[in-house]
C-alpha cells in the first residue's frame, strides 16, 4: 500500500494534462492542420475534439467522484463499473495508447534538435554519413527512451512531477514567445510549398492525440491524496484552458505565416514567428514533449500493475511479476520494463504520423467507454450512485457517440482492426477468466429500468382490441426434478411465439431456512434453464400445500406486460392422486379468466418428437382454436423441427360434410395455421368410444392434444384425464366459455 504521506494533491494533475494536451501535435503538426484545412477547419477540428474531450472529462470526473478511485486510473474506473472482463478489455487498450504514446513523444522530441543540426552541418563540415545518422529519429530517441526511463525510476513519480513544473514552465515562456512574435515576411523570393490535398478527417487523426491529455492525470490516482476533488478539478481545467489556448494559436498561425509553409511538415514555422524562436521554439517543442513522455512513462505501468493485481492476465506467476512494486509507493518497475520494450518498439517504426492514428483509436475506445459508464450509470439511477460532480445524461451519450462515430470518419481500416483487436482481446480474456463472467450491477441496473419503464407502458397504454393470441403461460409443478417433461413444454412455449413463467412448488412454510433453500432450488433450476437455451423465467414459491400455491399464482404480474392467459400443470398418469388437487382447483383457476393446460405425462413421454396430434370432437367447439395453435407455438422449436401437425376431426355422420366446410373455410381465410392435406376427418357413431378412437390412431404420435369441458369435470371428475393407457403425454386444453380465438 502506497505511503499516503508522499501523496500530490491537484496541481500534478492540471501540469500532466496541460503538459500533454500542449504537446507535440502543438509544434510540430498544428500548423498543418491551420494549412491544409483552414483556420475554420481547424478550428471545428478543435471543437469536434473537444465535443469527444470535455463530455469525457466530465464523465470521468462524475465517476471519480463517486467512490475512491485507486491505481489505475481509467481502468479502475471501467473495471469497477462493466466488470472485469470488460475492464480489463478496455484497459489493455488503453495501456497500449499510454505505452504507444511514450514511443510518439519521444519521436517528436527527437525532432526539436532538427534546428541544431541544420545549423551545425550549414556552417561545419561534417562526414556525410553524420548528417544522414543524426536525422534519423532512432539516434536520439533510443537513449532519450533509456534516459527518461532511469529518471522516473530513480525516484519514481514525485522526481518526474518534480520535472514538470520545469517543462511547463520552459512551455509557457515558449507560447508567449510565440503570441508576441510578428508574422513571417514573405518576399518574392520566398519558396513555399503547395498545399497538399487531404480530407479534414485524415487531418483531425493527426491531430487528436493533442488532446488526450484529459486521461493522464486520472493514471495518476493511486498517487494522490484526494482523487476525488484532485481529478474532476485538474482535468477539467485543464481540457478548458487547453482548448482556448489552441484556438489563440490557430488564429496567430492562420495570420502570420502562408499556407503552403504552414501546412509543410519539414517547416517548423512557429520558430519564425516567435521570438527569439530559433532556440525558445525548439526548446518548447522539447519541453513539452518531454513532459508527455514522462506523463505517460508514468502512468502506462501503473495501469498494467493494477490490471495484473486484478489477476486478469494467464497464469498466477505472470499476474504476481506485473503486480510486483518495488518502495512505499510500490512502483511497479517490472511494468516499466514491458512498458518500455512496447515503445522501443514503435520507436524503431519512426513514422510519427502513423503512430498518431494508432493512439487516436485506442484512446477512443477508451473515452468513447467512459462517456458509456457515465451514461448508464444515469439510467440506471442506482442509489448508490452519488458523485459529487454530476455531469449530465445527454452529454455522457453525445460523447459516447461521438467517440465511436468519429473511429470511423478519421480511418474506417485502422477502426475495423481496433475493434477486431479489442474483440480478440476480450475474448481471450474471457476464457482465461472463466470465473469472473458475471455480469457488474450497472448493467444490472439498466436492465432494471428499462424493465420497469416498458411494463409501466405497457400497463398504462390502451389495449387494442386484438383478436390475435399468444400465450403467456404459467407453469406450475412441484416435480421439477421428477421429470422433464412440463419444464420442456414451458420452454418449447416461450421459445418463439409465446412468453413462460415456470414456478417450483415447495410443501413447507416461509422461514429462513427454507428461503435459503428455495434460493438454491431456484439456482438450480436456472442452470437447467441455461443449459437447455430456455426463454423461461424461473421462481419458486414455498406453501403448505399446492392448493395455496394455485390461488397465489392466477395472482401473479406478467414478466412480458401482457396478462398471464394460461395457466398449465402436469400430472402422471401412473400417479392419479396428482390430479385431484388441480381439479378441486379447476374454478378458482377459471375464475381468473385463464385458458387451462394439463399435461398428462406417461413413461413414452415426448418420444421422438416427430408428430404432434390434435383431436377435435363435436364439444371441443371453444376449445379447437386453442388447441391447434398451442400446437402451432409448440412445433416452432428447433427440437420438433421434424415434427408435423396432425389434425384429427370427429364428428357424426350427418354432421361431418358441414364440419369439413367449416374447417376448410378456416384454413382458407387463414385463421387455422395448417394445411386440409393434414387434417382427416373421422366418421364416428354412438357406438365407438372417443378415448379407443384416439387410442387406435395416435400410437405413433409423441404429443397429443385433447380438449375437456368444465362440465365434463363436474360430473366425472378426474376420470376425463383417464383411460388413455400406452399413448405418449397429452396435453389437456380448456379455454374459458365463449371465448374464440383467432
Not at 534519423?136 to 520535472?163: C, D, E, M, N
Not at 504520423?353 to 475506445?365: G, K, N
Not at 460523447?399 to 470518419?409: D, K, N, Q, R
Not at 364440419?659 to 376448410?664: D, I, S
Request: with cysteine; aromatic share 12%.
Amino acid at each position: 500500500m502506497a505511503n499516503t504521506q508522499h501523496k500530490f494533491g491537484t496541481t500534478p494533475v492540471f501540469f500532466t494534462a496541460i503538459s500533454t494536451i500542449l504537446g507535440a501535435i502543438l509544434f510540430l503538426r498544428f500548423g498543418y492542420s491551420v494549412g491544409t484545412v483552414g483556420l475554420s477547419g481547424t478550428i471545428l477540428i478543435v471543437v469536434i475534439g473537444h465535443a469527444v474531450t470535455i463530455p469525457t472529462a466530465m464523465a470521468l470526473s462524475e465517476i471519480a467522484t463517486n467512490f475512491k478511485v485507486e491505481g489505475g486510473g481509467a481502468y479502475y474506473i471501467i473495471s469497477r463499473s462493466f466488470g472485469l472482463v470488460i475492464g480489463a478489455t478496455i484497459g489493455i487498450a488503453l495501456y497500449l495508447s499510454q505505452a504507444i504514446s511514450v514511443a510518439f513523444y519521444i519521436i517528436a522530441f527527437t525532432e526539436a534538435f532538427n534546428p541544431l543540426f541544420d545549423w551545425l552541418f550549414a556552417n561545419y563540415i561534417f562526414v556525410p554519413w553524420a548528417d544522414w545518422l543524426l536525422h534519423q529519429s532512432q539516434t536520439l530517441a533510443i537513449p532519450a527512451l533509456f534516459i527518461l526511463t532511469a529518471i522516473v525510476l530513480t525516484k519514481g513519480a514525485r522526481l518526474g512531477l518534480q520535472t514538470l513544473y520545469w517543462v511547463v514552465a520552459i512551455l509557457t515562456i515558449a507560447l508567449i514567445a510565440f503570441f508576441i512574435g510578428k508574422p513571417v515576411e514573405v518576399t518574392p523570393q520566398t519558396v513555399i510549398p503547395p498545399v497538399p490535398d487531404v480530407s479534414i478527417f485524415t487531418v483531425f487523426a493527426i491531430i487528436f492525440p493533442a488532446f488526450t491529455g484529459i486521461i493522464a492525470g486520472l493514471g495518476l490516482s493511486g498517487d494522490l491524496k484526494d482523487p476525488g476533488r484532485s481529478i474532476p478539478l485538474g482535468t477539467l481545467t485543464a481540457t478548458i484552458f487547453g482548448m482556448l489556448v489552441y484556438i489563440l494559436i490557430a488564429l496567430k498561425l492562420y495570420y502570420s505565416a502562408p499556407a503552403g509553409m504552414l501546412a509543410d511538415t519539414h517547416n517548423l514555422v512557429m520558430s519564425k514567428i516567435a521570438v527569439q524562436g530559433q532556440w525558445l521554439i525548439p526548446l518548447g517543442l522539447a519541453a513539452a514533449t518531454i513532459s508527455s513522455a514522462i506523463g505517460s512513462i508514468l502512468v502506462a505501468p501503473r495501469t498494467l500493475q493494477a490490471m495484473a493485481k486484478d489477476g486478469v492476465f494467464p497464469g498466477a506467476g505472470f499476474n504476481k511479476l506485473l503486480a510486483q512494486g518495488r518502495g512505499e509507493s510500490e512502483e511497479p518497475y517490472n511494468a516499466y520494463l514491458i512498458t518500455v520494450i512496447i515503445a522501443l518498439v514503435f520507436i524503431l517504426m519512426g513514422k510519427l504520423d502513423a503512430v498518431a492514428e494508432i493512439i487516436s483509436m485506442f484512446f477512443m475506445v477508451t473515452y468513447g467507454s467512459l462517456c458509456l459508464i457515465s451514461f448508464m450509470q444515469h439510467f440506471a439511477a442506482d442509489p448508490s450512485y452519488r458523485p459529487r460532480f454530476k455531469s449530465k445524461w445527454y452529454i455522457s451519450l453525445f460523447g459516447a457517440v461521438s467517440c465511436f462515430g468519429l473511429m470511423f470518419f478519421m480511418n474506417s481500416g485502422y477502426a475495423f482492426a481496433s475493434i477486431l483487436l479489442i474483440l480478440t482481446i476480450y475474448f481471450l480474456l474471457n476464457f482465461v477468466n472463466s470465473e469472473k463472467k458475471n455480469i457488474a450491477v450497472i448493467f444490472q441496473g439498466v436492465m432494471y429500468q428499462l424493465s420497469r419503464k416498458i411494463h409501466v407502458f405497457l400497463q398504462k397504454a390502451e389495449k387494442e382490441d386484438n383478436k390475435s393470441w399468444r400465450p403467456s403461460a404459467v407453469l406450475l409443478s412441484s416435480n421439477t426434478f421428477k421429470r422433464l417433461d412440463a419444464f420442456n413444454l414451458n420452454r418449447w412455449i416461450a421459445y418463439k411465439y409465446g412468453f413462460g413463467t415456470y414456478i417450483h412448488h415447495i410443501d413447507g412454510y416461509l422461514s429462513k431456512q427454507s428461503n435459503q433453500d428455495a434460493r438454491k432450488i431456484k439456482n438450480r433450476i436456472i442452470k437447467m434453464a441455461q443449459a437447455t437455451k430456455s426463454e423461461v423465467y424461473i421462481d419458486t414459491l414455498i406453501n403448505q400445500n399446492f392448493a395455496a400455491s394455485i390461488s397465489q399464482v392466477v395472482q401473479l404480474p406478467s414478466i412480458s406486460g401482457t396478462e398471464n392467459n394460461l395457466m398449465i400443470f402436469d400430472h402422471s398418469r401412473n400417479n392419479p392422486e396428482e390430479i385431484e388437487t388441480i381439479v378441486e382447483n379447476f374454478k378458482l383457476i377459471q375464475s381468473a379468466n385463464f385458458d387451462i393446460g394439463i399435461l398428462s405425462t406417461s413413461d413414452m413421454q415426448f418420444g421422438l418428437m416427430r408428430q404432434i396430434h390434435v383431436w377435435i370432437t363435436p364439444k371441443d367447439y371453444e376449445n379447437a382454436n386453442l388447441m391447434i395453435l398451442l400446437a402451432y407455438v409448440i412445433s416452432a422449436h428447433p427440437d420438433w423441427k421434424n415434427g408435423v401437425i396432425k389434425v384429427y376431426s370427429i364428428f357424426p355422420t350427418d354432421a361431418l360434410d358441414k364440419e369439413k366446410r367449416k374447417m376448410t373455410n378456416l384454413i382458407s381465410a387463414g385463421q387455422l395455421p395448417i394445411s386440409t392435406n393434414n387434417i382427416e376427418f373421422i366418421n364416428r357413431d354412438e357406438s365407438q368410444d372417443i378415448k379407443s378412437i384416439i387410442k387406435k390412431n395416435s400410437r405413433e404420435a409423441d404429443l397429443i392434444v385433447a380438449g375437456f369441458k368444465s362440465e365434463e369435470l363436474k360430473h366425472f371428475g378426474t376420470e376425463v384425464f383417464a383411460g388413455y393407457e400406452d399413448l405418449c403425454n397429452i396435453l389437456f386444453v380448456n379455454t374459458e366459455e365463449g371465448k374464440q380465438i383467432k
